[in-house]
């Protein structure tokens, strides 16, 4: 299992995956959080979601509060169910790395996703990020808490993540404009998830 079978793998078993994803809503901490640092710069604030799986239940808890979305995804299974699920949305089949939509967003939303991404592809991102996002922009995204590779499951089948240092994290987010708000490693009250909410100060 390497980086590159990521996308085949979402392909593959992406229906089963949303069976069994989790629902009880553990990320909604952080989630409030990331609304309230994201301004509204033109009423409702849009938000960009990055690998953004089935929508279900981030970009549903977010849809219902009032929030714009433009999902994209790398895998057709997945663009199809966010499609079903979140029909006032917009969804864009494309990979994150490189990702041009020429608009910026109030909020980009990284979750369970860019983590899939390379040590070498996750550098380039914060560029990305940058291109995307408003004048004082909210990002979020998970990662690991050290530096390293590692290979977890999904839909009982491997799956590659990659990380790299926190330091070099807080370093590409300072070069491309943001400032970090918070970060938590291994949060208690989220799954031991390890996350990042950063604003975009250009």
């Known amino acids: ?100 939509l020429d608009q910026t967003f109030d909020a980009i939303l990284a979750w369970n996703s860019f983590f899939h991404l390379s040590a070498a592809d996750q550098r380039p991102m914060f560029a990305t990020f940058a291109a995307h996002a408003a004048p004082r922009a909210a990002l979020m995204f998970t990662s690991g808490h050290i530096a390293g590779e590692a290979i977890g499951s999904v839909a009982d089948a491997p799956i590659y993540h990659a990380s790299l240092d926190p330091d070099e994290y807080r370093q590409l987010l300072k070069e491309a404009g943001f400032k970090v708000l918070r970060y938590t490693p291994e949060d208690p009250n989220c799954g031991q998830h390890t996350v990042w909410l950063a604003q975009f100060h250009p």
């Open 1 to 100: 299992m390497q980086a590159d079978d990521v996308i085949e793998t979402y392909e593959r078993v992406g229906q089963t995956w949303a069976k069994q994803r989790n629902r009880n809503l553990m990320e909604k901490q952080w989630l409030d959080r990331f609304l309230a640092a994201a301004p509204r710069n033109a009423g409702r604030s849009h938000v960009l979601d990055l690998g953004c799986g089935s929508g279900q239940p981030i970009a549903t808890y977010l849809s219902e509060r009032g929030l714009r979305i433009t999902g994209v995804d790398a895998t057709e299974t997945m663009t199809a169910l966010y499609a079903q699920n979140l029909p006032a949305a917009k969804v864009v089949q494309a990979d994150m790395r490189g990702l041009a």
